[in-house]
């Protein structure tokens, strides 16, 4: 049986995946402020899971990451849907957003946005679609 030698991709790929997901939170969090948010962040947290596929084969990374990937899309598609709907709760448009501060105490106000849950949602989504889409076709699961 052969087997490559991939200490390299083993030794590189830990601290990519860090990298990654930092990143990939970044995206997900300056998403409704700035350029980012749920689609590119669970682009880019699909990218990091899949170079843990890559560099230590399926069993290792499935017992890292026990996770169903397709489970996710319902409960993103739900946040999301949920987030427009509350607007309109209270008589505006499907997905207007809105914010608030939050007091907390010794560190200040925490400003909460709606769009953020909405980000949340679509993230839940891309990362479960990406994943089931490329683990199916990879591996050829029925």
């Known amino acids: 049986m ?3 030698n991939d200490l390299i991709l ?3 790929s830990s ?3 860090f990298v990654l997901l930092g990143f990939a939170a970044y ?3 300056a998403g409704h402020n700035s350029p980012g948010g749920g689609f590119v962040g669970g682009l880019v ?3 990091a899971i899949l170079l843990l596929y890559f560099a230590f084969g399926e069993q290792t990374a499935k017992k890292i990451l026990p996770i169903n990937y397709i489970s996710f899309i319902p409960i993103g598609l739900l946040i999301a849907t949920l987030t427009g709907l509350g607007a309109v709760i209270f008589n505006v448009p499907f997905l ?3 914010f608030g501060v939050i007091p907390v105490p010794f560190i200040g106000g925490i400003e909460i946005a709606t769009a953020m849950f909405f980000d949340i949602g679509v993230f839940m989504t891309v990362l479960g679609t990406t994943m089931t889409i490329i683990l199916n076709v990879a591996f050829d699961q029925d």
């Open 2 to 4: 052969y087997r490559p």
């Open 10 to 12: 083993k030794s590189t």
């Open 15 to 17: 601290i990519i995946v």
């Open 27 to 29: 995206l997900l969090i």
């Open 45 to 47: 947290t699909s990218a």
């Open 96 to 98: 207007t957003h809105t």
